[in-house]
């Protein structure tokens, strides 16, 4: 069957109606992702007869972790000469990242392992500074009494919007990992520097081929 080049999509409360291409509707999405994908009207999902006719002119059922990290890295790609985006954008990138959390903690493909969907590039995953950074880059705050103290590092810290569990999904380390990671590293520093310096006061040892003079 050929595909319908536009299709119409609404919003999560159904209010707004937009046309879309058939790969931007989602029969039945688990988030509401407008504008950038539109939900398929009730209406319209009863002249399809549903799922099947739907899926056939190219209406996707669910969107795939691919999908939804490459429109996270279009918005990125769009925004990467600005230092903020504005609020609107912001929020419906926290939909965007908790989305692709879902789907990779539950892949669409039921006989797949939990966390065995590959979405390629880097994520990125909108900041509580009003950013888009790669997951890499941002951090959990999970010790809000280190990451907002006067001497705090300067971190770029996962939106409240995403919960911990989802931001590890993504790729990206909390505070208290990241601590913990730099504390066990000056340990080891520190313990070297000791054995070094043990090492060095040690009296010389001797040579048992070299002859004792008479």
């Known amino acids: 069957m050929c595909t319908s080049s536009w299709l119409p999509g609404t919003g999560g409360d159904g209010a707004e109606l937009r046309l879309f291409p ?59 000469g600005t230092a903020t985006v ?42 509580s500074c009003m950013r888009l950074l790669p997951s890499s880059k941002v951090f959990i705050d999970d010790a809000p009494w280190h990451s907002r103290g006067a001497d705090a590092p300067a971190q770029a810290l996962l939106h409240a919007a995403i919960s911990p569990e989802h931001g590890r999904a993504l790729g990206c380390t909390s505070v208290r990992d990241e601590l913990a990671r730099k504390c066990e590293g000056e340990q080891e520093e520190r313990e070297g520097q000791v054995g070094e310096e043990l090492f060095m006061a040690l009296p010389p040892t001797p040579n048992p081929n070299s002859n004792p003079e008479p």
Request: with cysteine.
């Open 22 to 80: 058939p790969s931007r509707v989602v029969h039945k999405p688990q988030l509401d992702l407008w504008p950038r994908f539109g939900r398929l009207p009730d209406a319209w999902s009863a002249v399809l007869r549903g799922g099947s006719l739907a899926t056939a002119v190219g209406v996707r059922q669910q969107l795939s972790s691919a999908v939804l990290a490459g429109e996270l890295r279009s918005i990125y790609a769009e925004h990467s």
């Open 86 to 127: 504005e609020q609107g954008l912001l929020l419906l990138c926290t939909q965007l990242a908790t989305a692709l959390a879902m789907a990779l903690l539950v892949p669409l493909d039921s006989g797949a392992s939990p966390r065995g969907v590959v979405v390629g590039e880097e994520v990125v995953v909108p900041t």
